[in-house]
């Protein structure tokens, strides 16, 4: 059984009761469509127990911010005819300047989903080029109370790592797909911007003769 995951494509000879035949597969790989669907599954493993679940929340931004920089390269490949000489100079956001200005889609970075955009980019960028950093918490005055000692065990966190919440998490997926369904509409690409590739296959049986010559 081929994994559903894996593309195939190509001319390959496979056995067949009766002899043998020349199989031919092809299948259309929509990349930001398998990231989406990726953030979507490690998300709602999460949601069923969130104690200890901070990694997937972590990977489910993660895939989300794939998502959307697949989904670009998909689009931009679909606007600009010289879209391979600008995918590696220009930025995410640039990207989507670039592609929102051509198909006339207003944005506004400071409200939802366009914010969210740029603090799930934010992220993205902080775990990508990941550093060692020193937190300090110095001289903080605190009652010595039931509170106390469980104030003392918690972690000091980054920045990306106060971002790795649930509800973050939730937020930046919608967001990102209200971001594809507009720009996907706007490109003249229908209202469902969200379906896996089809895989297409043929078979066609090789006569005897060419089987002998084969073997010979």
């Known amino acids: 059984m081929i994994d559903e995951n894996m593309a195939v494509c190509g001319i390959i000879t496979v056995e067949m009761a009766k002899g043998k035949a020349r199989v031919s597969k092809e ?6 469509v398998e990231m989406r ?9 999460a949601e069923e127990d969130l104690e200890g679940s901070f990694y997937q929340i972590m990977a489910s931004l993660i895939f989300t911010a794939f998502t959307m920089e697949a989904y670009l ?9 010289c879209w391979d000489d600008l995918e590696g100079r220009l930025s995410p956001k640039s990207k989507l300047n670039l592609i929102t200005e051509k198909l006339q889609i207003l944005t506004d970075y400071g409200k939802r989903p366009w914010q969210t955009f740029s603090d799930l980019f934010r992220f993205r960028n902080s775990v990508a ?3 060692s950093e020193l937190l300090k918490s110095d001289n903080q005055i605190r009652l010595v109370d039931d509170t106390l000692d469980k104030h003392m065990h918690e972690f000091l966190e980054t920045e990306w790592e106060k971002y790795c919440t649930a509800e973050n998490a939730k937020q930046a997926l919608e967001d990102v797909e209200t971001i594809i369904k507009a720009v996907h ?7 469902l911007p969200f379906m896996f590739g089809m895989q297409s296959s043929s078979a066609t049986l090789l006569p005897e003769e060419h089987i002998h010559n084969k073997s010979v």
């Open 27 to 32: 299948r259309q790989v929509n990349a930001y």
């Open 37 to 45: 669907h990726a953030s979507h599954v490690i998300l709602e493993k």
């Open 73 to 81: 390269n998909h689009i931009g490949q679909h606007t600009f005819k």
């Open 129 to 131: 080029h990941g550093k």
């Open 185 to 191: 509409k706007a490109a003249g690409m229908g209202d």
